[in-house]
């Protein structure tokens, strides 16, 4: 059933738990070896997507190692499943990355862009995106930052408002440009789509949502939509269809891998934990007076994640009750498959000719961009209607290479 | 803002932990003791709906405690809250009831109608209504069935096919009509909106639907859906969204009150656990293999109510996880708003001039009837944009009495 | 510093769950592919235990799939865990067992030993017994009950009241005499250790314990603490001591293997609740009103158990608490050190010359079995204090093989 | 059965909600309204030790509200409770307390002692000492530290080496003396025991432990073991018996009252930390390299106060096991008998004639004091053991007032 449509999917944090794990399922999926559960959109059909037997991988890391090492390192898959897909993932390996210890303190690699200056850095990702394009005769790119997460960035500097800022900035060797921006920018230069996997800031702010919108690239952010925020999400609208008043939601997170780790640089934890802030309120229409998320790197937990949450609410003649949940989870397991979701979403937008953000896809995020930087959608069920409305729309069919290579004919 | 429309209540179970606690929920907010959190409609402004203050509450019962009474016997609220509302309660004693100790074997109380045969009780149920609407000076009256779960019937018997047989078998005192379906046919009968928040079988066979068709009826049922349902039938489409394949869910609940005790009759029972059978699977779209449902007498939990859900889902790359709901809470609190709420919503079905099934009133049962007979739509979210739609429907004003008296002049 | 002792231990459901995974982690240890870890005598030193390494497997099983096949399937250790063991798995098979499919009914395997007649069977078991001594060249030989749950059997039955009188049951081929118990028959008439690991009825019948002690035979039993009842025995003494009354306990339990199975057979499950029934009281020191126990197969836990309890405490003033207890475990993986240290301490005790039952030994053991059929301790601290006495009494060292043979000489 | 002793207990932090739920819970046992549950040593007879009636509560605060008042705010108990003892405890106020905000900042009360400099202070504790015993006509006295968590102080300072250093520190009015210390120094002036149930530095260092010895004084303390602490250490020695290898330990709490507010402070919060974390260590005999704990106030809590803990337990074969507690507890409940208990406890070892630290009594904290300030024993059944033992010990039956003042005639 598969096109011979070829979409590149180019991933900042390649070597990573979300990024292999994208990687080796589909190829797993490819040989049949395993079925299409936890891929949201695999039920979509005659929207437009391509196959997801068309995605063909590849990205940057800091970390050089092939992806077989990589995978194995993770431990998110089974022992099995490594070994079947391991002859493929060991023939793949990161190109350099752009690095900045300044945004990311605890996640030190070696495979560093050598290019001096932001601006050689951008043609340095140009580059490889050229390079993938030409290798791999790929019809199309997409590029999805899931890097380990950046400290916070002010979104409300000068040189982040326009386009003619930014590349001011950027020739200026800007010092608040951090390395999501540089790929940010390159893609959206381009007309590439784009979407931020993570809490960083890459492409949200106006400067390169406006240059997105004159290239012509979709994008989408930002912060993955996973584990515990996703069933904050999916409970809060109905506390708030049944009238029960949140007094209190405590959240606690222990996870044990890379990012774990990263997340006790107390800035990008920062950055973590102010995106869930909003959320909980926005849907539920008043602040919660008590709303508690705690992160914390917890290694036997390892690639695994766990949330705990309680939430304290008020019913009926202003009794007490308490829900409490447990979700033992595998943050990788349940990333990867949006990841690849939005690979196949943003080619479509980019097929449909819409451009700028895509708001409809903001069910895959914590905190979705919005098209004029005002509130976005956060109940699970709004964003899921969103979505599918949105995929419903009148369809541009992927024109298959065979196709488009006889019209050239 | 309260009109002067005067809308009665006649519950049947008006001893009950859930009935005592909408009367006295009610008294409470009337005096400005408690404000409308856990009402889930509060909020519906403009959709014709009656003031919560135009409520008057009577009813059925087999135990002819005065409310204040029953109602500190089931602790639900505080001390202080049953002393507030104690002097008006005080003086509300259950009229007897109607009662077949066949259909519901632990609940044995005394205050029994005397009528001999069943149309006797019917009558007697009509005469009820009659003097409560005289009494009261009431515009309208609603009967909504909290009282313990009956014995399941065979809804298939030909008796219960058309109104005519349905009659015959009352003239025959047929030993297959329960207490519930005398209530609802006494109801139906007369054009009064009927609700059954209990699984007992009550208005949903074809006899009593098309009676109700016929007279001008609007019915709603069944089971109340308060706390592990509600909890399922929300995480259940997100799980289905996400493509988070269920490989099992077990729940278990433990309640310590007098439903609890009508549960340990196995036959009761039954009927309780049947109703959630379907849910799961009918959101999901598969049938889900190891879905096991255990309900609990555990007198140290008392009228409230704890349900452990234990959910193991499998991701991308058929990877398990698990996710554990343990809700802490308090059925009757859960129970009693949306009893008011559903009187309050037949109510402005019967103005609407809707009868039958009211099918959008779906988000308030575990077993939603549907008019004709199909599978009910069991998503919360999808419920509740139904819910929505209904209120905001052209509304038919309610007439107050004022203005209706001045019309009559 | 293994010796050259050489001591048999012949399981009964050899190829089940806990018994594969005792043989394949003996064998992980022999070969340093695992440690210590969860064995808890590994500690002692000086009591003269034999060691672990000194211990040589096999025994009987109605399926008789090799080991390695057997362990595969139960996927208890790891891929790679059972990898490096299947050589030497491989190449054990079980015997061929002694069944009655009266006693328990969901297991229904085919290597089933052919002799007509209790005593017939009897006289296999001891074929076997032989046999496994004179092939292994073994010192001394261990009888371990790790097989399925079979129904209850009435104790009290005149047959089960004296050596002779079960004799001339066996004679009659009693129907009340169960598989289990002619093993126990078996191992006590020859004075080898018996242990029964399960709820069956075994040894714990006056009849085979006095016949026992007759022969010199430490018996040890029954059912083996593990999950729940282990938690349960280690908090109650912690509540009695701060005088927390305990209002309520339940505990429910989820399992998804073939014990589990097993358990779905009524009676078999009711041999399993009992178990549990005296222990809470008698460590407490009075009758827990609500104490509710409840076993259910659930595919998807496999061959990991879960455990939810929830404990109701009143505390000073009569007010409530709560404690809430999930234990994710895995059954095998806490049963098999059991098993492997019960070998060792049984075949201490029959070396120090003790026989009857080995009341020091109840720390392993959900219903202890006493010397005078008197109430058992159940507290695990108690019990541990016990164990570590009796471990530590005058030791009668293992003579080595070495030794012995130059004994002879 | 109450004797005519009479024995003041003069609490540090009267005000506050465990010392309002003692004084308030002993006299809802003399009225006959509450039982002895929660009173660990209720059932410990002949032991010498005086009956609860014998006790008569008073005490300092900064703030000086009735008791009554303060235990309505609290809200620990019921309000019928609160009702019944509310006549007496309204006539009880606190003595002004010693204060110095530099130890304890989050928690500013108006009722301060006025006296100035350290001596003075002292003096003043004295005075109000000398005039409890003769208002009261008391035999005796013992003072107990229920006061909010002060910051942590360096115990290993010169000026808290030598009881006569400490003297001259005193009289330098040195900064690094808190006002437990000063509480403490009067209470070992004079022969009085002294419990600390905080885990602020009293009497715990070396010169003032000196004293105690030279004065006769007995000495405990010091953090009461309640909630989370306690399970730990109820389960720890069962993991450890079992050879269940701890590979990670997470404990997250969340309590909303005064003393969460205090623990708001980081310098009170380190202290509080600060003594679990040798606990489980010295339990286990070995480090656990993952051991996290979290305290967090959390509003909606209230009194209460909630654990989860997340136990990583590595078992046979190096599988991986977890423990999850949630405990939903009453702070002051459970602590508040505790108090009544060591108040019994140490005034049995003054009439005992022992002094110093007596480390039997050191199942009631977390941080037990050892007398050699060498490694406590934490594991709760053997603390359970020790007490024990030392009840049973040769008592010295309290003398009653009758008999005494009989014998001065």
Partial sequence: MSGTERVGVALIGLGGAVATTAVAGM??????????????????KDAGLVDYGDLVFAGWDLYDDDLAKAARNHAVLKESQLAAVAPVLGRMRPWAASSNTDFCRNVVGHSVKKARG?????????????????????????????????????R???????????????DANDKNIGPAMLYAYAAV?????FANFTPSVAADVPALLEFARRNGSPVAGKDGKTGQTLLKTVLAPALR???????????????????????NDPASKASKIDTQGAVLDSILGYKVQDHIVQIQYYRPRGNNKEAWDNVDVIGFCGQPMQLKINFLCKDSILAAPLVVELARTLDLARRRGEAGVIEELGCFFKAPMTRDGGTPEHSVPEQQRRLMGWLSRECVKPVTRTERLRGQA
């Fill in 118 to 154: 932001l601006r050689a850095q951008v043609q340095g990702i140009l580059d490889d995106l050229d390079h993938f394009k030409k290798e791999q005769r790929l019809d199309r790119v997409v590029v999805i930052n899931v890097a380990s997460t950046e400290r916070p960035v002010d």
């Fill in 27 to 44: 190829e797993l999926l490819k040989r049949g070896l395993t079925d299409t559960k936890g891929l949201p959109l695999a039920g979509v």
């Fill in 156 to 170: 409300a500097l000068p040189q982040f408002a326009t386009p003619e800022a930014f590349d001011a900035a950027l």
């Fill in 189 to 193: 230069s381009t007309g590439t789509p």
């Fill in 241 to 263: 269809d049944r009238a029960l008043y949140v007094d209190g939601w405590y959240s606690t997170n222990i996870l044990g891998n890379r990012d774990g780790e990263a997340l």
